[in-house]
């Protein structure tokens, strides 16, 4: 996400806990959402197998919230794009890019290397999941509501700090990269958590929490909070994927400012974590299916969601 989400002050979301005779839900617009037919393209490797992936040919096509809306596009991400409505809060909507590196689809690379059809519906299936549990655990998510639109959530105005908080149980990626000579891929890691700069001509580099305190970007209470709550929360993903016989590798984080407040801010689904089932790293789509299925009607801990 941009360095500001949107203007003005954004309104407080309600969740409704569903009863036992009556379901609520804790989005205001219900809607129906279905995954995208699956067109016929080439297969090329993803991280640990194969997927159909497209360079981009369903680009024109792609049917974005903006078209008729009235919404005002704040940025266009690699895997999202931000657009502002009226009330100020903010519209997330999911796309079909994946990101990789040296052509291989990976959740960890800075290069969009192309599409897979219904990735975007996973990413917002699997937000939408991961949001409810942290907020059943307590941890303060910018999230609202459901969008209007295929594969969008509403979200609050953040700031966001132009950081990655990046929490790793296994040595994986580019920690591998970094540290080679002292460290083999997989050695388990002690929930180590790593800050780095949101800046794709740089390589997302590292900075260190001296640094960031040093330079101005954060304070270092919040430092200190993020670092925390990164931890808090990969222990309840990582708990939560366990109990489904899946293997949290690591998983990064973006933090922004709402009302004042530091929260947990963008989304969190396989675009933003490496899982495995049965030492094989699965791809976004293959881990929404391993967690949530084909369903499309959720009581994710209390709160209802038609997608």
């Known amino acids: 996400m941009q360095n500001t989400c949107g203007k003005g002050k954004a309104k407080q979301g309600r969740c409704c806990k569903a009863n036992r005779n009556q379901e609520t839900s804790c989005v205001e617009r219900q809607m129906k959402k279905t995954c995208r037919t699956e067109k016929t393209i080439p297969e090329i490797s993803g991280q640990e197998g194969s997927m159909q992936i497209s360079p981009g040919a369903a680009e024109a096509s792609r049917r974005t ?19 502002l409505q009226e009330d100020g809060n903010v519209l997330l909507y999911f796309k079909d890019a994946v ?63 132009n950081l990655e908080v990046i929490c790793r149980e296994k040595a994986w990626g580019s920690f591998v990269r970094r540290y080679g ?17 949101k800046d794709d001509m740089r390589g997302d580099p590292l900075i260190t929490e001296d640094a960031l305190v040093a330079l101005g970007i954060v304070s270092r209470e919040t430092v200190d909070y993020m670092k925390d709550t990164a931890e808090k929360a990969t222990a309840v993903i990582k708990n939560d994927l366990a109990a489904r016989g899946l293997e949290l590798i690591d998983i990064k984080y973006e933090f922004g400012e709402v009302d004042g407040q530091a929260v947990i801010i963008d989304e969190v689904s396989g675009d933003s974590m490496r899982v495995a089932k049965d030492g094989k790293v699965l791809l976004q789509k293959e881990l929404a299916a391993a967690i949530l299925g084909d369903k499309l009607n959720y009581d994710f801990f209390g709160f209802s969601f038609e997608l």
């Open 65 to 83: 919230p903006e078209n008729g809306s009235g919404l005002k596009k704040l940025y266009s991400g690699k895997t999202k794009d931000v657009f």
């Open 99 to 161: 990101t990789g590196t040296e052509g291989r689809i990976d959740s960890g690379g800075n290069e969009v290397i192309g599409e897979v059809a219904g990735k975007g519906n996973a990413s917002f299936r699997l937000t939408l999941y991961f949001f409810a549990l942290l907020q059943k655990a307590g941890i303060p998510t910018h999230f609202l509501e459901t969008g209007p639109k295929e594969n969008t959530i509403i979200v609050r105005s953040a700031r966001s700090f």
């Open 181 to 197: 000579q002292y460290v083999e891929e997989g050695k388990p890691l002690p929930s180590l958590v790593e800050f780095t700069l």
